[in-house]
């Protein structure tokens, strides 16, 4: 293979333009991470939910806080995020938006769909 | 020469692919059908939330969902792993500590649900 000394080597990381169903699939990787390292917390939480009323006390108090109420949506939003640019994997799979304009106009719709159920879990709770 | 030898037989991986999307399809379920359930009844308090959990159905159905989650996860994690670590060593520990925390977790959940 010859090699072409004179092709374009640009990664300047801030000025390639990732398409949105780029950034949905990074995304979907970085929730996911960030959802297996908090299962640790979820499990405690959920151990703790069911060993006695003042624990469970305890985390219905801690969770109706400014900062409790910011710590649930961050996670509501990473779960919901997840949630829906799996939705459009799943689609892909069985062919639905695997066109260029669908599939972007889906990825957008992942995007406006986890921030609409923040924004209704906000309200709701 | 070397990423070729490395990338197994053509199908190697279709087990992690339907195991990634059939856990997905019941998570997504359970998630939606406790969206709902919790929506219509509303739970108050310590022991209405503790009797739920210990309804049999319940229970079977949440032994379900944690497996899925850590199966995902298993999933998941090693796809990301495979995709960025690349030199071996490091590839190798931070799979094996995965598969060994996933596993204690997986006791825990067992734990949790047995009580």
């Known amino acids: 293979m010859v090699k072409n000394k004179k092709r374009p080597v640009y990664l300047n990381l801030f000025k390639i333009r990732l398409p949105v169903g780029g950034i949905l699939s990074i995304l979907h ?3 996911g991470a960030f959802l297996v390292v908090l299962l640790p917390i979820a499990l405690y ?3 703790r939910s069911l060993h006695d009323p003042e624990a469970y006390a ?3 108090t801690q969770a109706a806080t400014p900062v409790g109420r910011v710590v649930v949506l961050v996670i509501v939003w990473v779960f919901a995020q997840h949630f829906f640019s799996g939705v459009r994997h799943l689609l892909l799979d069985i062919g639905i ?3 260029k304009p ?3 106009r889906n990825a957008w719709l992942a995007f406006a769909a986890s921030l609409a159920v923040v924004a209704l879990i906000g309200v709701c709770l | 020469m070397s990423r070729l030898r490395s990338a197994g037989s053509a199908h190697a991986g279709v087990a992690e692919w ?3 999307r059939v856990t997905s399809l019941y998570m997504g379920g359970f998630v939606i059908y406790a969206i709902v359930h919790f929506s219509l009844l509303p739970i108050h308090g310590y022991a209405a939330w503790k009797a739920w959990f210990a309804t049999g159905y319940v229970r079977i ?3 379900l969902f944690l497996a899925s989650i850590l199966i995902h996860a298993w999933v998941g994690m090693r796809s990301i792993y495979l995709d960025y670590l690349h030199p071996l060593w490091l590839r190798f520990s931070v799979t094996l500590l995965t598969a060994l925390g996933l596993l204690a977790l997986a006791l825990w959940a067992a734990r949790i649900l047995l009580a």
């Open chain 1, 97 to 99: 938006g695997d066109s």
């Open chain 2, 61 to 63: 159905a949440w032994a």
């Open chain 1, 29 to 31: 990787r970085a929730t």
């Open chain 2, 18 to 20: 339907l195991l990634q």
């Open chain 1, 102 to 104: 669908v599939a972007r």
């Open chain 1, 58 to 60: 305890r985390i219905a």
């Open chain 1, 45 to 47: 939480i959920l151990q």
